[in-house]
């Protein structure tokens, strides 16, 4: 028995001292001043196969050997689970706790879906926050760590959609109108000396803040919410990086800040030595620019209206070196500055049995010159939901490796698709058919600033893939839901993305001189996977 006990992992202990403090504090409701806990949480298991890269292989020069891009399994399990537990005093105070255990692929010990299943490092604290109202007052305020997401319309938000730290208040001036404030903090305190401090700078400069004001509007048939936000941008705050090589972006889970904050472009040709992230600047802080206005119209039942315009915009925070067409004497001086703007649209019309509709958007892009910076919209950590293939449009969790699964900003595209949603011939059975076109707006000419020939294809975890003018995607959708019991439901999803990458715009850059940056064999995307969610 103690050979057993001895190879007990940090899982269970983690668990049991969730389970004890739980227990503990549902204690207390017998006390005079009960607490009311109320818990909930979230089951996906799910078995899907598919390949989400665009490119099979590819070569570094013309003269080196053919490379395989990856060898990851077609196949694969995957499981998740949210759990939350809800501590209510009254209507006017409350606090929440919620962890997530995974994801867990079946198999893989790391995370802790091999025999024994004994990893303790997929427990992760997902939110942590209190709820409370301002005595004699409709101001109410939440604190913590929380889920936010800006206002949006048709699409989802292409800025912020993630856990962040921070601080939330509303008031209602009267039932159509209302006032929402909010400051999150999503990085500080990251940056250290081994990132190259050229003294004990440990903490400094290195905290991004974000304050914004709405004013959600709802009258019969209309609601819109005009909002803005500020963000203060400390000159070290995308410095904090897992290891001395400033040449990676700087990713958190949620966000890959280095690509989608600064004026930087996915498979960039920096001269050696030149950081990616932002270093050499006077500046102790930069300012940042967010505006929205997202608009809904049901005025013309069983029609629904959603337009949704956004502008986003980020100081220069530094600059950078980058090469031209493989030539180590052609050096560019490139702006960290961003600036852009998004316009997205929705219209449905519903019916007893299906609701069509059709779907646009279109985004500001590069215009060839890097020394002016980047004409894409800047975001913290987009969320779009137009598509499930390249967005999120379904569950947002896929049951396999699926590098196609981009934190869609749309930054740098346009589109238009046509969808057919919830279409039921039998209870508790509907489906939803999408198919969508991707653009590109970036300038072909800032091809030859780039490194390799499948360079389009470093965005992933930040804005996508690079499209420019000449590229294209076509995603197709179909997601079938079926409602087995209440709180179960059999989820399957197929896609299918149809590869339009113009090779030859990209075979025009070049990374080593005459031999060129190399080529690609490009090749389509397509995933199916069935999940189980069971939901209480």
């Known amino acids: ?247 990676e972006p700087w990713e958190t889970s949620d966000g890959m800040l280095g690509l989608t904050v600064p004026g930087l472009t996915p498979g960039f040709n920096f001269l050696h030595g030149s950081p990616l992230t932002t270093s050499t600047t006077s500046k102790t802080y930069g300012s940042m620019f967010w505006a929205g206005l997202p608009m809904t119209f049901t005025l013309w039942d069983p029609w629904n209206i959603e337009i949704d315009l956004n502008y986003g915009f980020v100081e220069e925070m530094g600059r950078f070196d980058i090469v031209k067409r493989g030539n180590e004497h052609d050096i560019a001086r490139g702006s960290t500055e961003r600036q852009g703007w998004l316009v997205k649209a929705l219209v449905e019309y519903k019916t007893d049995w299906v609701t069509p509709g059709i779907f646009g958007w279109y985004s500001s892009g590069d215009d060839g010159n890097i020394k002016n910076g980047s004409e894409r919209m800047p975001s913290i950590a987009g969320a779009g939901n137009f598509t499930s293939f390249i967005g999120d449009g379904n569950l947002a969790w896929g049951s396999f490796d699926d590098s196609c699964d981009w934190a869609m900003t749309y930054s740098g595209t346009w589109g238009i698709g046509l969808q057919l949603k919830d279409m039921s011939f039998i209870e508790d059975l509907s489906h939803t058919f999408r198919v969508a076109y991707w653009g590109g707006t970036n300038s072909p000419s800032m091809v030859k600033y780039m490194e390799h020939a499948y360079s389009w294809s470093e965005g992933y975890g930040g804005d996508g893939p690079y499209l420019t003018t000449n590229d294209g995607l076509l995603e197709f959708n179909l997601v079938n839901q079926w409602q087995i019991y209440e709180n179960l439901e059999a989820n399957l999803e197929l896609g299918y993305v149809v590869n339009m990458i113009d090779k030859d715009t990209w075979v025009k850059s070049g990374y080593y001189g005459g031999d060129g940056n190399g080529k690609f064999e490009k090749q389509d995307a397509w995933k199916a996977q069935l999940t189980f969610a069971y939901t209480f």
């Open 1 to 247: 028995m103690r050979e057993i006990l001895k190879t007990q992992s940090g899982l269970w202990k983690k668990c049991g001292t969730l389970f004890i403090a739980a227990t503990l504090l549902i204690g207390l409701s017998e006390s005079p001043q009960a607490i009311d806990f109320k818990v909930s949480g979230e089951w996906l298991v799910g078995f899907g196969a598919g390949t989400g890269n665009l490119y099979s292989h590819f070569r570094e020069s013309k003269s080196a050997p053919r490379e395989k891009v990856d060898s990851h399994d077609v196949f694969e399990a995957n499981q998740r689970l949210r759990l939350q537990l809800e501590a209510v005093a009254s209507e006017s105070l409350s606090g929440t706790f919620a962890v997530e255990i995974g994801d867990q692929r079946w198999g893989m010990a790391e995370q802790g879906g091999a025999l024994g299943a004994d990893s303790s490092d997929v427990i992760k604290v997902k939110n942590a926050y209190i709820d409370w109202m301002l005595p004699e007052t409709a101001l109410q305020l939440r604190m913590g760590i929380q889920g936010m997401a800006l206002p949006n319309a048709a699409g989802g938000s292409a800025i912020l959609d993630a856990d962040v730290a921070g601080i939330v208040a509303n008031y209602r001036f009267s039932e159509n109108v209302g006032l929402t404030a909010l400051w999150a903090r999503p990085v500080n305190d990251n940056f250290t000396t081994a990132y190259g401090a050229k003294r004990d700078q440990q903490g400094y400069l290195d905290n991004m803040d974000l304050f914004a004001l709405s004013l959600p509007m709802t009258f019969e048939g209309i609601e819109a919410t005009p909002w803005i936000m500020y963000g203060m941008l400390g000159r070290n705050s995308l410095r904090g990086l897992d290891t001395a090589d400033e040449t």
